[in-house]
């Protein structure tokens, strides 16, 4: 099993639509968990961090399940400018250390 | 300037040429990466750095040799590439320590290196 793993998508959605994203991790004492955004040819950008209690920031709302070790995102009103790459990132045991994900790719369509 | 900057933003080599990429943050931070995002794969953690010394190397070949002269400057100084490594190089910062909301990271925008 790979240390973190995304559904590679695309994920094709109209505008307004809600759309979620889980990513799966592997070592059971990452504590540290985010979501990060990136744009075509650009640098990845920190979306959010994920808490144990779960988090929610405008339209996103981003989850936490250490049972079934897995993070989800939800995004919803989906916009046209939602359209990106969205980096799942476990840092391992509580380090400063980070494993991404290959990320989920997020395509809105009119 | 604020954030974490890099230079320079694109740069075109020859396999025999000798280059460096520079980052810079300014944002405090205490740990420093850099990685490597080739098409289409996933970013790749090359060097980490943590209060100056290295933490991580993953099996970076070394043709690429990083340098760290404090918690604010990285270096990347590339020789004898292959066109292989072609790719964008990204340099991030995070505090480093603390409680785990501090190990978020921010990026530089990236050097796009072509070797030719």
């Known amino acids: 099993r790979k240390e973190v793993e995304q559904d590679p998508g695309p994920f094709n959605v109209p505008e307004g639509a809600t759309v979620a994203f889980n990513c799966t991790y592997s070592?059971?004492?990452?504590?540290?968990f985010f979501w990060y955004r990136q744009d075509c040819r650009k640098e990845p950008k920190l979306l959010m961090s994920v808490y144990s209690s779960g988090n929610e920031d405008g339209r996103f709302t981003a989850q936490l399940n250490r049972a079934s070790q897995y993070i989800s995102l939800l995004i919803r009103d989906s916009k046209l400018s939602d359209s990106a790459t969205y980096l799942c990132v476990v840092n391992r045991g509580g380090s400063y250390i980070p494993t991404f994900g290959r990320g989920t790719s997020l395509i809105v369509h009119p | 300037e604020t954030g974490v900057t890099q230079t320079p933003r694109h740069l075109v080599m020859g396999m025999t040429n000798k280059k460096s990429l520079k980052c810079e943050q300014h944002l405090g931070h205490n740990a420093m990466y850099w990685y490597k995002q080739s098409a289409k794969k996933p970013l790749e953690l090359m060097f980490v750095?943590?209060?100056?010394?290295?933490?991580e190397n993953n099996s970076v070949p070394s043709r690429f040799s990083p340098e760290c002269p404090n918690s604010s400057h990285l270096f990347l100084h590339l020789h004898t590439l292959q066109p292989e490594d072609s790719a964008l190089y990204l340099c991030?910062?995070?505090?480093?320590?603390?409680?785990?909301?501090?190990?978020?990271?921010?990026f530089g925008p990236g050097t796009r290196l072509t070797v030719t």
């Open positions: 750095y943590n209060f100056k010394e290295q933490t």
């Open positions: 991030a910062s995070s505090q480093g320590t603390g409680t785990s909301g501090s190990y978020e990271q921010y």
């Open positions: 070592n059971s004492a990452s504590q540290s």
